[in-house]
């Protein structure tokens, strides 16, 4: 007589076996969701909203830089998942938060308003889904505090357990290490970081001939007060050109495409490794409401 497992590792088993045909949303039918819903796969889905902007990024990189580099970790990461991990990508929101940059032609920007109703909108469709988790992927700094508010938001309204995360704070210390801490600190748009990813990812876009070294205000307030300059005890409200009106900071001359390539497979892996935890994360995490 052979024993037979236990039903929840009968379930658990059935439950690897399923997958979807796409790990991107748009490209599923309204019947794979159905069956994904009654098998409990979509109960166990971390969905990834990316959200970035389209912004200048001063003399020598087009506006699509947040763009183009929150795809390309996301292209980088997607080899390293495992194929029984299920994640889903939506299609990408491209238009963020970008009323800093608003002094600089071509500049698209939503309203502070607009992009929250925006994205809590989304976020109930992805709970009538029935997906229980979601990943709020961010390419542009300006778009952490509307993404604090709308996960929770979706927390309260739906249940939903949501977190943000962006890619620069997914690569590891080792390769954070390779660029200067000063850089780290003060080249916060178009320095050498962005600049290099970028001609890792898209050269053809990218204008050496106009990068260099776009110093920052903030330095000086670093240097000359304790607390106004130390980035963390008070932030202030900021235009770019209040720090230099190129409408970039950092070193861009110091750019070069190994150090891009470095950056997008550290941020990579950084985020593979964050959904396998997300996923790994108990439903109880939040409370029921």
Not at 70 to 96: C, E, F, R
Not at 222 to 246: F, H, T, V
């Amino acid at each position: 007589m052979v024993e037979r497992p236990p039903r929840s590792a009968r379930t658990g088993s059935k439950m690897a076996r399923m997958r979807y045909p796409s790990r991107f949303w748009a490209d599923l039918s309204a019947r794979d969701f159905a069956q994904a819903q009654a098998s409990g796969l979509a109960a166990q889905t971390v969905a990834v909203l990316p959200v970035a902007a389209v912004e200048q990024h001063g003399p020598h990189l087009p506006l699509s830089v947040d763009a183009t580099l929150l795809a390309g970790v996301i292209d980088a990461a997607l080899p390293l998942l495992s194929a029984d991990l299920p994640v889903l990508l939506l299609p990408a929101q491209n238009v963020g938060l970008s009323t800093e940059h608003l002094s600089y032609p071509g500049t698209l920007t939503l309203s502070p308003a607009t992009l929250i109703a925006l994205w809590t909108e989304l976020g109930a469709c992805i709970a009538r889904a029935g997906v229980k988790k979601l990943l709020l992927l961010n390419g542009h700094g300006g778009n952490v505090a509307a993404m604090d508010i709308v996960a929770r938001e979706l927390r309260q309204r739906h249940g939903l357990l949501v977190y943000g995360s962006s890619w620069f704070n997914l690569v590891d210390e080792a390769t954070n290490a390779r660029v200067a801490a000063q850089e780290h600190r003060f080249g916060i748009h178009g320095g050498e970081i962005e600049t290099s990813m970028m001609l890792h990812l898209a050269p053809a876009t990218v204008r050496m001939e106009h990068a260099q070294h776009f110093p920052s205000t903030s330095q000086d307030r670093a240097a000359r007060y304790g607390l106004l300059g130390n980035g963390k005890s008070a932030k202030m409200g900021w235009a770019i050109e209040d720090y230099n009106p190129a409408g970039a900071v950092g070193n861009a001359a110091a750019a070069t495409a190994a150090q891009g390539q470095a950056m997008v497979q550290a941020a990579a892996r950084g985020l593979a490794q964050l959904l396998g935890e997300l996923h790994a994360l108990p439903p109880e995490t939040v409370a029921k409401i």
